[in-house]
């Protein structure tokens, strides 16, 4: 069963109110929480991140900055905020060599532009990618946008890419239904990312966060 990992996040934002949804959280059994590089500044999302670690969860940081520059600031930035994982990202080698194992590093597969993120290529050159990617020392598996892509099918693309990559693949951005979370599953990914569609409330077990966090844990 693929790890589910619940974003702070709405339309590639993290939300202002991410600490208070947060605090809703801590008994559901969540084991995995992110939020994107975009919205509250780096002191608030450390104070996110000291929250959710207090309760034993991990932390994601996502990466959907669009400039070269705004992206390796955050990177810079992860270390202090005290993320376990950065996902994302469009330039890997100066990632991992700023992150240095601090953290576990998964960058984005294949060509992603824009803001919301979205991904482009064919599906062969996106497993290729993802297969140079993780042998790269620094980077310990891939964020794939498979559900992000405009004209290939998701599941097969995910088949594709976890079959190539040396590492796991968090399949992430527009994941919104039980079904995609099966095929997803069944295609192999490690884990996904869930955040617009829960604040969005059209998954089971609404309309609180909370508890369609749950339904998504108890799947």
Do not use: N
């Amino acid at each position: 069963m693929s790890e589910f990992i619940f974003m702070l996040t709405r339309d590639d934002v993290t939300v202002a109110h991410a600490p208070e949804v947060l605090a809703t959280l801590r008994d559901t059994g969540l084991r995995y929480v992110g939020f994107k590089d975009i919205g509250p500044p780096p002191a608030v999302l450390g104070e996110i991140t000291a929250a959710a670690h207090d309760v034993g969860m991990e932390v994601m940081l996502e990466v959907v900055s669009s400039s070269r520059e705004d992206e390796l600031r955050s990177l810079r930035a992860a270390a202090a905020i005290g993320v376990d994982w950065v996902l994302g990202g469009t330039h890997a080698r100066e990632g991992a060599a700023l992150l240095a194992g601090t953290v576990r590093y998964c960058p984005f597969a294949g060509t992603v532009t824009g803001h919301p993120s979205v991904l482009s290529g064919e599906i062969d050159d996106i497993a290729e990618r993802a297969a140079a990617l993780t042998v790269l020392d620094g980077v310990y598996g891939v964020d794939l946008l498979a559900y992000r892509h405009q004209s290939v099918d998701p599941v097969a693309l995910t088949r594709a890419v976890t079959a190539a990559a040396h590492g796991p693949v968090i399949a992430a951005g527009s994941v919104a239904s039980p079904g995609q979370i099966a095929a997803l599953a069944e295609a192999g990914a490690w884990g996904f990312t869930i955040g617009t569609a829960i604040f969005e409330g059209v998954l089971p077990g609404g309309p609180s966060v909370a508890g369609q966090v749950e339904a998504v844990l108890r799947r």
